[in-house]
């Protein structure tokens, strides 16, 4: 019997698919975390009839997961060739989240300005974030934490912006920056929790600096949003 839905392969880089995705972004995920981690090297070719039976799915949506990578830029199509694993993925994701930063920053002075901020559903998805901490559970932590983030966003009533967010595929970078970062869950719950009384206290310069900077420190820059050195770790 033929199946669309992705079977449970042994990688590490083909578990726990988001299932309120489509199969071709649960596959783009499960590439994405591969290429992070190391698993698909740079310069490796992408086969798509391995990638189908490694997912237990028919290619159609691999290829489809494949065109989103490329839109991503974390892959090539190289004509009559095929698709390989691009070089310098880390500063695709460096250059995300700058941009990121912008739109964020931009999104929670509208949503502040125009009295907006759903606060009320912001409370809940730290809750979330939390509780996900206790559990050690990576993935529900990870649609806490873009379940926040698209609230202000759509709060902010700009549909120009929330396109362009929606076009950085924020629960994929979402949860490639949770591996390559080796972001801890309670970090996740606790920045949030301070984004949010940033908001709470009504200062809409401090929210806004903190809605950037929040997003800047993936970026993983020399240097802060403020033009500042940043401190290599000892």
């Not at 529900?140 to 929606?166: P, T």
């Not at 206290?201 to 993936?218: F, I, M, V």
């Amino acid at each position: 019997m033929t199946s669309d839905e992705p079977t449970a392969p042994p990688s590490p880089a083909a578990s726990t698919p988001v299932t309120r995705l489509t199969l071709a972004q649960q596959i783009r995920d499960l590439l994405v975390v591969g290429i992070v981690s190391g698993e698909f090297r740079p310069g490796e070719r992408l086969v798509e009839t391995r990638l189908a039976a490694r997912y237990g799915t028919s290619q159609a949506p691999v290829r489809e997961a494949l065109r989103e990578l490329e839109a991503m830029r974390m892959v090539e199509t190289r004509p009559r060739r095929g698709t390989f694993v691009r070089h310098f993925v880390q500063q695709t994701l460096r250059e995300s989240y700058v941009v990121r930063a912008a739109l964020e920053e931009t999104a929670t002075r509208l949503a502040m300005l125009s009295g907006t901020m759903p606060v009320a559903a912001l409370r809940d998805e730290v809750k979330a974030m939390r509780a996900a901490a206790r559990a050690a559970d990576d993935d529900a932590a990870a649609k806490a934490s873009v379940a926040f983030h698209r609230l202000i966003i759509e709060a902010a009533h700009n549909e120009l912006l929330r396109l362009s967010w929606e076009a950085l595929q924020i629960e994929a970078r979402t949860a490639v920056t949770m591996v390559a970062a080796e972001v801890k869950l309670k970090d996740i719950a606790r920045d949030h929790a301070a984004l949010l009384r940033s908001i709470e206290s009504g200062d809409l310069e401090t929210a806004c600096r903190h809605a950037r900077d929040h997003q800047w420190h993936y970026a993983d820059l020399p240097h802060d949003a403020h033009g500042r050195i940043r401190r290599k770790a000892s």
